[in-house]
């Protein structure tokens, strides 16, 4: 089993930033780690992910060179640190773990994910 929790989220203005942190924890070894977000009629996307063994890092086209995701091992901590955010990137977003093994899964798809937080809101004015 694998808890998920994440903290962080708010209202800023465009171009203002943000830090979102996602602690799991549990028994089972984590393979990846993502976040997601889903905006109001609109299906749930992949922002960006981190692989454990690696630690290499995946991210969404919308969000590529804005967002930054890191983790750090040693509390169990998840982060997406958001930049230049835009109005666009307002959505509830959402913290996943991947439990289950598997050749090359999309680490971008919500498919690939066992596990997920009950998400925390981000809302970027203009």
């Known amino acids: 089993q694998v808890q998920v929790v994440e903290s962080g989220g708010g209202s800023v203005q465009a171009g203002g930033s943000l830090r979102l942190s996602c602690e799991v924890s549990?028994?089972?070894?984590?393979?990846?780690r993502g976040w997601f977000r889903q905006a109001p009629g609109k299906e749930r996307e992949g922002v960006a992910s981190?692989?454990?063994?690696?630690?290499?890092?995946y991210y969404g086209d919308s969000v590529k060179g804005r967002f930054t995701i890191s983790r750090n091992s040693a509390k169990n901590t998840l982060y997406l640190q958001m930049d230049s955010l835009k109005p666009e990137d307002t959505a509830m977003y959402y913290c996943?773990?991947?439990?289950?093994?598997?050749?090359?899964?999309?680490?971008?798809?919500?498919?690939?994910?066992?596990?997920w937080g009950q998400g925390t809101q981000v809302t970027v004015s203009s």
């Open positions: 549990g028994d089972d070894y984590i393979y990846y």
């Open positions: 996943a773990a991947r439990t289950s093994w598997g050749v090359r899964p999309d680490p971008l798809s919500r498919e690939s994910y066992n596990y």
């Open positions: 981190i692989r454990t063994a690696y630690g290499s890092t």
